[in-house]
């Protein structure tokens, strides 16, 4: 079917609607265009779906890559970066900690060197309960505690060197730490070897007893300051003495150490006792960082 002239005068957009309504040929070059348009339109459109379609069926067989679980991250931070990062800053502050305990170590020995020697303790020379000449060189490389006092003591003597006792009886069991428990006379006039030998074997066996002349005596007393004075005597010529009541601690180098009056109960005294020995031990061997110290550090003044 042609389409006249009647339809000339019509508009382009009506011959375009009646064409693809009533499938006419059209006549007029505004309608021929137009088909060639929406031919070409149409076209478009199909291949755009068709194209779409097979998008949509590659997208749907792609395999999406595989997410590593957070442990296997290769990422720049990560569970072996990090545990890396923890060892070593553990390891750094490790190290800072022991340069600091041994420089505080090494603080105290300077300070030691420097104020030269200890105001309490020295050289004593006394006899033993055999009557042997003993020295105080003779108990260097031990540890020792001096407890000054006299075998006519009522009650305050007797007390103190049975906590002496108790206090080396836990340390060797407990502890496995030996250390010699020394009694030296204050009254030399009364207290002879075999009167203070038998004295001290009644509160341990491990008690070691001295006295000697006035002389000796009070040289020993002299050294670690001890206060001694014989009272007035009774019908009897018995007599008290009065004389500091303190327990002596002597490092193996034989250098005072610390002392413990009557309000020190057993565990106070055995606890810095260790304390002393373990601090002792480590300024004689502080490990082999101290290889990395300098080998002579500043002395400070106290």
């Not at 003993?134 to 075998?151: A, E, N, P, Q, R």
């Amino acid at each position: 079917m042609v389409i006249g002239s009647e339809f000339a005068g019509l508009d382009c957009g009506l011959c375009y609607y009646y064409i693809f309504c009533n499938h006419v040929k059209p006549t007029c070059g505004m309608s021929k265009l137009l088909i060639r348009r929406w031919t070409t339109l149409q076209r478009n459109y199909r291949e755009l779906e068709k194209s779409i379609h097979t998008s949509s069926v590659k997208y749907d067989k792609l395999e999406l890559p595989k997410r590593l679980p957070f442990w296997k991250n290769k990422g720049p931070i990560n569970w072996k970066s990090f545990g890396i990062t923890c060892g070593i800053g553990a390891g750094l502050l490790t190290y800072v900690a022991y340069l600091k305990h041994v420089k505080n170590l090494r603080i105290d020995q300077e300070r030691k060197r420097a104020l030269g020697k200890a105001s309490l303790g020295g050289s004593f020379e006394l006899v033993n309960s055999e009557g042997k000449t003993v020295k105080s060189d003779d108990f260097l490389g031990h540890w020792t505690m001096i407890y000054f006092g006299f075998t006519h003591c009522p009650d305050i003597c007797p007390d103190e060197l049975e906590k002496m006792a108790a206090v080396i009886d836990e340390l060797e069991n407990k502890h496995e730490l030996i250390v010699k428990p020394i009694f030296i006379s204050v009254d030399p006039d009364r207290d002879t070897p075999t009167v203070v030998g038998k004295y001290v074997k009644e509160f341990s066996d491990k008690f070691i007893g001295l006295t000697g002349t006035k002389e000796q005596v009070a040289q020993a007393c002299k050294a670690y300051r001890v206060y001694f004075s014989s009272g007035p005597k009774d019908e009897d010529n018995d007599y008290i003495v009065d004389h500091t009541i303190i327990m002596y601690l002597v490092g193996p180098d034989g250098a005072f150490i610390d002392y413990y009056g009557q309000t020190a109960n057993v565990e106070q005294i055995a606890a810095s006792i260790l304390f002393h020995t373990e601090k002792q031990k480590a300024l004689n061997n502080p490990g082999w960082f101290s290889s990395l110290l300098p080998s002579k550090p500043a002395i400070v003044s106290a």
